[in-house]
């Protein structure tokens, strides 16, 4: 499949009108054709299946130099798969993205691929501990976004907490940030964490609480179960 091919494809979705809206939501400056998420869901779930790893890494970064909204997520979601072998080219494409973050959608479908990515091999956790230095804030946000697996396991293994553990300290770093997405990052990795692994949540809060926003800090305890009395 060819650039040309794809893009073809993803013009047949345009949904007239929808464009105008969705450029006011996301306010980014650049090109939106005006497709659904559900159609760019199929249209790439097909590539998926058509292509092999090697298209779909040549594929995906020949639409994310387009610039234009929906290929940049339709490029994420190429790479977007648990099982994805060999996987190194595909993790150091999505790692070269990060730098050209500019929104919560386009940052979030990337995160999104590098989650699989990151559960595949762990040790790339030492690569993203980079991240929570850059100068580039949306980079820095990247780092607990791509990480909100470690919030979900109910019976984590010893390896498993150490890295929980470890992504706490990184989220502890940002507490004194005063911007709005750094710090509504750290209330999702909490507030994901409070279902499954409560203790730490309140303890993290009994210790950083104060320094966070209060909007950040009510939102990182808005699903803590009630303690018992």
Known sequence: MTLDDAMAALRQRIEPGRAEGMAKYHKASREYLGISNPDLNELTKEWRVECDVDTRVRLASELWETDIFEARLA???????????????????????????????????????GQKRLIADPSRLDEIEAWTTSDHMWTRRAALVITLPW??????????????????????????????????????????LSKHDAPRVRAFLAEHGDAMKPFARKDAARKLPALES
């Open 151 to 192: 919030t979900k396991q109910n019976n984590p293994k010893p390896a498993e907490l150490e890295a929980r553990d470890r992504i706490l300290g990184w989220a502890a770093s940002y507490v004194s940030d005063p911007q709005w997405f750094i710090q509504k990052s750290i209330s999702w990795w909490l507030r994901d």
């Open 75 to 113: 490029a994420s979601k190429l790479l977007t798969q648990a099982r994805l072998r060999p996987d190194d080219a595909a993790w150091e494409l999505i790692k070269s993205w990060a730098p050209d973050f500019d929104s919560w959608a386009i940052a979030d479908h990337v995160c999104m691929a």
